[in-house]
């Protein structure tokens, strides 16, 4: 109930392609989203978040699509760029009760 | 400039030994974390706490032990106990618990020798 499942583990995208990592959770009371972008020995940074009262967010080549009924979640990333190689950590939380929850993280690879 | 400082950023340690990892804020954030990073596991909870002098177990607290004697700092100390220390251990805050966006401090690698 408290998983949040994150694929794919591995992703490797031509520059200027998308990259799309998706998430899935099970317990309903989650209504916390975020997405959180970790270079190598550095800690996770906050990169979007989103709460399940709107179905899509975008922040500049950034976009969070959010489907409640599927219990599901993706972040894409608009014409990637090398510099945009990185772990990539998908979290929930239900609101004011628990700490994030994370996925297992992928990592992005942007050739050029 | 606000924060989380972790200190050290590399510390090594002999079997047996217990060894203390600090973690240190100035957002004047209610709810602090402590959080395991191993390849291909993602982030696991191991305490947090929401207020002074009160902490909760997270999801592998064995083998660890925390206090929070102030507000600003929410040491981590990896004990004997801990089988298999050898991790990136990361700490994080939030105004409170699970509102609101997580900042995280730069991680501590800890290496067992």
């Known amino acids: 109930q408290q998983q949040v499942k994150q694929s794919p583990q591995s992703l490797i995208v031509q520059k200027g392609g998308i990259s799309i990592i998706n998430c899935a959770y099970e317990n309903t009371a989650f209504d916390y989203f975020p997405w959180y972008q970790q270079f190598p020995g550095k800690g996770p940074a906050l990169l979007i978040a989103i709460r399940p009262d709107v179905s899509e967010k975008k922040e500049g080549r950034f976009t969070i699509s959010f489907n409640k009924s599927a219990k599901q979640f993706s972040l894409h990333i608009m014409d990637s760029q090398p510099g945009d190689s990185a772990t990539y950590f998908c979290?929930?939380?239900?609101?004011?009760?628990?700490?994030?929850?994370f996925g297992k993280g992928t990592r992005l690879s942007v050739i050029a | 400039d606000g924060g989380i400082t972790q200190s050290p950023k590399y510390l090594f340690r002999k079997e047996g030994q217990n060894v203390t990892l600090s973690c240190e804020q100035n957002l004047n954030h209610d709810a602090m974390y402590w959080y395991r990073q191993d390849p291909g596991q993602g982030l696991r909870l191991i305490y947090y706490s929401q207020i002074v002098n009160d902490f909760q177990k997270g999801d592998i607290a064995e083998g660890y032990s925390v206090s929070r004697e102030k507000k600003e700092s929410f040491p981590l100390t990896v004990t004997s106990a801990q089988k298999n220390p050898t991790a990136f251990y990361l700490c994080?805050?939030?105004?409170?618990?699970?509102?609101?966006?997580?900042?995280f401090g730069q991680g501590t690698r800890l290496t067992v020798v």
């Open positions: 994080a805050s939030s105004i409170r618990r699970g509102e609101g966006e997580a900042f």
């Open positions: 979290a929930a939380a239900p609101s004011g009760n628990t700490p994030l929850v």
